[in-house]
């Protein structure tokens, strides 16, 4: 059974930084794409970054710069790192898992970028 757990949302102050975490149990995590995806009020969900299990990564055009997509295999995570936000960054943000057509989500966490 695939479970992704995140954990890093808060508040924060515009300019600041928050480093979001996914822990993945199962044993997809070294063959799945993993991402980062983000909803606001009243908006659909898009995705924020990307990285496959070839380390290759993407990014949202809003967040190039300022967001880092980075995994650790050894410890089956996926991490945000997250600079210089911006009021318009407040979403839930949701870890996904990209594997053998199948999609997997966590239950997601509140990023609040506000003075």
């Known amino acids: 059974q695939v479970k992704l757990v995140e954990s890093g949302g808060g508040l924060v102050q515009p300019g600041g930084s928050l480093r979001l975490s996914c822990a993945v149990s199962g044993t997809i995590f070294r063959s799945a794409t993993m991402g980062w995806y983000r909803q606001a009020p009243g908006k659909q969900r898009e995705m924020v970054a990307g990285i496959t299990s070839g380390d290759s990564t993407n990014y949202r055009y809003s967040v190039k710069g300022r967001f880092t997509i980075t995994r650790d295999n050894a410890k089956n995570t996926v991490n945000l790192q997250m600079n210089s936000l911006k009021p318009e960054d407040t979403a839930v943000y949701y870890c996904?898992?990209?594997?053998?057509?199948?999609?997997?989500w966590g239950q997601g966490t509140q990023v609040t970028v506000s003075s």
């Open positions: 996904n898992a990209y594997y053998n057509y199948q999609d997997y």
